[in-house]
């Protein structure tokens, strides 16, 4: 089965400055997604950003990047720039991206990472 | 921009009791999921749903809850007996038919068991 663990229950970061979260992930496939999802305060998942894991080029939006190392399994996603409304838990999921593969359409989830944002 | 709908936001229930918890995906999504969120901890996967029927389900998914899609635009969950343990934030999730571009969450009913 696969897991995905986030090593920072919390972190913080002054704003306008740059943070970077972590996430692993453990898999024996090869095709899926991996996806950072943001949860403030109201406790609604929010999709920041997503990553196809055949493609070797690192997604960006906007602020938000990711470093996506495959072989060490490695997609920790880094906030640039950072805003107050920034503050959240951040969630890395991973998905299959095979059909009826064990966890196909499930998402699974790691435990989350607190960020907080200093003015 | 096309919403996932959650109702109630916040239901409060008596041990025992049957809880019906209501969502109504985006409307051209053909896949249906729910999760649930224990205060603090991470988001757990209960079930998914295609074609009118469960696709998978968790361990958690035990014959206490169910699932159902009684028209064209609901996804119902029902706890039948509700258990203190069955306090949680639960979100239900809909995607396209890849969900390659992940899944479009509702905000949630917070379900509280006294």
């Known amino acids: 089965a696969q897991t995905v663990t986030q090593s920072q229950p919390e972190m913080s970061v002054q704003e306008a400055e740059t943070v970077t979260l972590s996430c692993t992930y453990d898999?024996?496939?090869?095709?899926?997604?991996l996806f950072w999802y943001k949860q403030p305060p109201s406790r609604q998942m929010i999709l920041v950003i997503r990553?196809?894991?055949?493609?070797?080029q690192n997604a960006t939006e906007n602020r938000f990047s990711v470093n996506f190392q495959k072989a060490a399994k490695s997609f920790s996603l880094k906030i640039s720039d950072s805003q107050l409304g920034d503050a959240a838990m951040y969630f890395c999921a991973y998905r299959s991206a095979k059909a009826g593969g064990t966890s196909y359409g499930k998402l699974t989830f790691g435990q989350g990472t607190i960020l907080t944002v200093h003015p | 921009e096309p919403e996932v709908t959650q109702t109630p936001s916040h239901q409060v229930t008596q041990m025992g009791q049957e809880v019906i918890l209501r969502c109504v995906p985006i409307?051209?999504?053909?896949?249906f999921y729910w999760y649930r969120q224990i205060l603090g901890q991470k988001v757990e996967f209960l079930v998914s749903f295609y074609n009118n029927e469960i696709s998978e389900k968790s361990e958690i998914f035990d014959d206490q809850f169910s699932v159902e899609r009684p028209d064209g635009s609901n996804f119902t969950l029902k706890i039948r007996s509700t258990k203190l343990e069955d306090s949680a934030m639960y979100f239900c999730?809909?995607?396209?038919?890849?969900?390659?571009?992940?899944?479009?969450f509702g905000s949630g009913t917070r379900l509280t068991v006294v």
């Open positions: 990553q196809e894991a055949y493609k070797q």
């Open positions: 409307s051209n999504h053909l896949y």
């Open positions: 898999t024996s496939e090869s095709d899926y997604y």
């Open positions: 999730a809909s995607s396209s038919i890849s969900g390659s571009y992940g899944y479009t």
